[in-house]
């Protein structure tokens, strides 16, 4: 038996539509939202305006993309939370409607859950390796940084987390003090290529455990700055590859140390990434120069599914429908949740 999920993504600032039969991807349709760029970060009510401006659309290209009608679709699953309210309601409402209009299940999902079973995703005519269960997927964004135990594909368990800020939102808010345009932790990236990694040291925050913390380093590089800039104002300017290398390294080596104790207190040589800071070259690079010293076998998702996406939901959808995992139609989103 065939199913056709139809899975809607509004969690954040890019409207996402996408089709699966079973477990392949039949197209996955994002628009994205521009508009952000001038106000240097996400504006929520900017964002939830755009998503009704763009669902509509971009639902109907990922049916024809597809070459499905609605009639076709099984289930429609949907990002229920964490994200923002405005954004989410968006989609859950969109999501509610299709269900409610075509008699079929509806299925929620965690945005979370749905970025670790990314790694799930098939594609036509395509063989991709999968990870074994349990593993470690080091899931970091813009707004989390967590070490997560994978046991199967509805069982999860946060073993690490920040106590404070998102290794993706420390990538942003220091590009911002140097003066780059948002989002700036792509543009971080590509400048780091260019400097020493090695060039300035900031702080590095003892957590105990697995957990993570940013806001130190970030309160670090502020000060550092602050510090050069009055001896030279061209400071910046002068130094801004080996800044964003030194920055980059920075934040790459705190995520992977306790990525590293994790799989060794807990016995564990099957290592994946997931999420929007996942795409970063540094962080890729430094994970496979670690499996090759630990021994792990790791797993990295294409760039399209790294940033929020309406396929990770579908996949997640998959599973729960199998599972007969559906809500009702008086599921309201949520703002902030865990696994």
């Not at 700036?184 to 697995?210: C, Q, S, T």
Request: charged residues 20%; glycine residues 6%; aromatic residues 8%.
């Amino acid at each position: 038996m065939n199913i056709h999920i139809l899975a809607i993504e509004s969690s954040c600032d890019d409207t996402s539509a996408s089709v699966f039969k079973n477990e392949v991807v039949l197209s996955n349709s994002i628009a994205n939202q521009n508009v952000h760029r001038e106000y240097g970060g996400v504006v929520p009510e900017l964002a939830s305006r755009a998503h009704q401006q763009n669902i509509v659309p971009v639902v109907h290209k990922a049916l024809k993309d597809a070459g499905v009608n609605a009639d076709d679709i099984d289930a429609v699953a949907f990002t229920r939370g964490p994200g923002l309210m405005g954004s989410l309601l968006v989609g859950t409402s969109f999501a509610k409607g299709f269900a409610l209009a075509n008699n079929i299940p509806l299925i929620d999902v965690n945005h979370l859950h749905a970025h670790v079973l990314a790694h799930f995703i098939k594609e036509p005519d395509q063989e991709t390796a999968h990870p074994e269960f349990p593993f470690l997927c080091l899931l970091v964004s813009g707004g989390n940084s967590q070490i997560v135990l994978v046991k199967d594909y509805m069982h999860m368990q946060v073993v690490g987390q920040t106590i404070d800020d998102a290794a993706g939102e420390a990538f942003d808010k220091c590009a911002k003090v140097m003066g780059l345009p948002y989002p700036g932790g792509p543009l971080v990236d590509k400048l780091a290529k260019e400097g020493k990694p090695n060039a300035f040291e900031f702080a590095r925050p003892r957590v105990k455990d697995y957990d993570y913390s940013f806001s130190g380093l970030k309160t670090s590089f502020l000060y550092f700055l602050r510090d050069r800039l009055k001896e030279n104002p061209n400071f910046i300017e002068e130094n801004k590859n080996d800044l964003c290398a030194s920055l980059q390294s920075t934040i790459v080596d705190i995520l992977l140390d306790k990525l590293e104790k994790a799989a060794d207190d807990l016995n564990i040589s099957q290592i994946a990434l997931a999420g929007g800071v996942s795409a970063n070259s540094g962080l890729r690079d430094g994970l496979q120069k670690m499996a090759v010293r630990k021994k792990w076998i790791t797993f990295i998702p294409k760039f399209a599914y790294t940033t929020d996406n309406a396929a990770m939901v579908a996949i997640t959808g998959y599973y729960k429908f199998l599972a007969k995992d559906f809500v009702e139609q008086d599921a309201a989103p949520y703002s902030r949740v865990v696994f």
